[in-house]
C-alpha cells in the first residue's frame, strides 16, 4: 500500500461540485477496500467498491451492524432499532414496519405531495429573489410531508425535532453531552407522541404502526418510539438534502428545461441525482464478525468497516463515466438506498417526493440558477450527509 494510501483520512471534504476528494477517487480505483484513519481519529477499514458494498451489506453473518460497545455514544447505545440491528431481531422489526410502508400508500400520498410542492413554490415565488432554495422548499416539503404521514406533529415542537436530527447526523461536530442531551429529550417527546396517539388512532402511520402485528407479536414502547424516531430523521434529512444537491447540479445544464418539456422523464433525473448527489455521503457502519476477507484484504473480528455508498455509486468498473451526471445512462443503477436487509424502508416515499419537486420546479421556473458559483456555496460540515447550507436561487 502507498504512504498516501496509508495516512488516508476518511471521511474527507467534498468538491464545490459535489464529488468527492480527487486524491480520493485515485485511491480506491485501485483499492476498493483498503485501511484509513475513521472518524475519532481510530483505523478501519473503508470500502468502496460497488462490489465490495453489496458484498458487505448482504451478509450479516459476517459484518454486523450492531454497534461497537466500547464506543461511548448514545446514538450507538440506546438509537433507532433497525439500523443497528442484525437478523433474527432486525427481520422482526422490519416486517412490522413495512406493513405499513406500502406502495398503495404512497401512491395516495402524491396528491398531497403535490399539493404541498405547489403551495412551497407559490412562497418561493413572492419571496425575494434570490431565494433560498433550502429554507424556502427542500427542506419544508419533507418535513411537512413526514409530520403529515406521522398524522400530525403539534407546531411548537417542530423546531426541537429539527434540531436533534442535526445532533443525530453529527459526526464530530456534537460533544458526547450534546448527544446525551438530545437523545433524552428526543425520546421524552416522542413517547408523549405514541401515548397521545394510542388514545386517538387515526388514518395515519404512526397509528397504523401502533396496529400492526404479525400474529400476536407487535412493536413494544420502546420500538415504537425508537422506529417513530428513526423515519422522522431520516424521512427529511436525506430527502432534503438530495433534492439541494440535485437541483445544483441540474441547473448547470440544458437537462433542466429538459425536464420541464417533458423530453427527460423524471423518473430518470430522480435516480440519476440518488447516484450521482446522494445525501449520505460519508459511511454507515458494519464491524467484522469474525476473521474474513475481502478483496483480498484480511479484516480481523471486531476491526470496524466502512461502507461507502457514495464510492460505491462512482465506481468505474460497475458503469461508465461515472462522475458524469447522465440521467439516460443505459448501466443506471445505485447503492444510495443500500443493499440487503438494511434496504431503506422509506425509499418510495423519498422517490415520490424528489419527482414531483423536481418535475414542479422545472415547470414553474424554468430560467432557474443558482446565483452564486458553486465554489461559494457553504457546505455543512461534520455530518454524515452533506448539503450546501443554503441554496441561494434566482428565476
Known amino acids: ?5 496509508e495516512q488516508m483520512t476518511f471521511p474527507r471534504p467534498l468538491g464545490p461540485d459535489g464529488l468527492p476528494d480527487p486524491l480520493l477517487l ?3 480505483r485501485e483499492r476498493p477496500v483498503l485501511r484509513v484513519i475513521g472518524p475519532g481519529g481510530g483505523a478501519a477499514w473503508l470500502v468502496a467498491g460497488e462490489k465490495e458494498v453489496r458484498e458487505v451489506l448482504n451478509e450479516p453473518l459476517r459484518f454486523t451492524s450492531r454497534p461497537d460497545p466500547t464506543v461511548d455514544d448514545k446514538r450507538a447505545r440506546d438509537g433507532v432499532p433497525m439500523v443497528g440491528m442484525d437478523p433474527p431481531e432486525h427481520t422482526r422489526i422490519r416486517r412490522l414496519a413495512s406493513k405499513v410502508f406500502t406502495a398503495r400508500r404512497i401512491q395516495a400520498m402524491v396528491p398531497d405531495i403535490k ?22 422548499l427542500a427542506l419544508p416539503l419533507p418535513m411537512n410531508v413526514i409530520f403529515r404521514v406521522l398524522g400530525g406533529i403539534p407546531d411548537e415542537d417542530r423546531d426541537d425535532l429539527r434540531r436533534w436530527s442535526q445532533v443525530f447526523i453529527s ?3 456534537s460533544t458526547a453531552e450534546e448527544i446525551e442531551t438530545a437523545m433524552v429529550e428526543f425520546q421524552e417527546r416522542l413517547r408523549r407522541l405514541v401515548v397521545d396517539r394510542r388514545q386517538n388512532l387515526g388514518d395515519d402511520l404512526l397509528s397504523d404502526l401502533i396496529r400492526a402485528r404479525d400474529g400476536r407479536d407487535a412493536l413494544s414502547e420502546e420500538e415504537l418510539i425508537a422506529t417513530t424516531g428513526l423515519i422522522i430523521v431520516a424521512g427529511h434529512e436525506t430527502t432534503a438534502k438530495t433534492l439541494t444537491r440535485g437541483v445544483m447540479v441540474l441547473t448547470k445544464s440544458d437537462l433542466w ?12 433525473v430522480v435516480e440519476e441525482t440518488l447516484r450521482h ?10 464491524t467484522a464478525k469474525n476473521d474474513t476477507e475481502l478483496a483480498g484484504e484480511h479484516i480481523k473480528a471486531g476491526e470496524q468497516v466502512l461502507v461507502s455508498l457514495n464510492l460505491a455509486n462512482l465506481d468505474p468498473t460497475a458503469r461508465q463515466n461515472p462522475l458524469e451526471f447522465v440521467p439516460t ?5 445505485h447503492m444510495t438506498f443500500g443493499h440487503g436487509p438494511h434496504f431503506c424502508l422509506g425509499a418510495a416515499l423519498a422517490r415520490a417526493e424528489l419527482a414531483v419537486a423536481l418535475q414542479g420546479l422545472s415547470e414553474r421556473f424554468l430560467r432557474l440558477q443558482v446565483a452564486v458559483p458553486h465554489a461559494e456555496l457553504e457546505w455543512t460540515a461534520g455530518s454524515m450527509l452533506n448539503a450546501p447550507v443554503a441554496l441561494p436561487v434566482t428565476w
Open 1 to 5: 500500500m502507498s504512504s498516501t494510501a
Open 257 to 268: 428545461s429538459r425536464i420541464a418539456a417533458g423530453a427527460l422523464p423524471v423518473g430518470q
Open 26 to 28: 485515485e485511491v480506491v
Open 329 to 333: 445512462r443505459r448501466d443506471a443503477g
Open 115 to 136: 399539493e404541498l410542492v405547489g403551495s412551497l413554490m407559490d412562497d418561493m415565488e413572492a419571496a425575494e429573489q434570490p431565494a433560498d432554495l433550502v429554507s424556502t
Open 171 to 173: 459526526l464530530g461536530s
Open 277 to 286: 448527489q446522494p445525501p449520505i455521503d460519508t459511511c454507515i457502519w458494519r
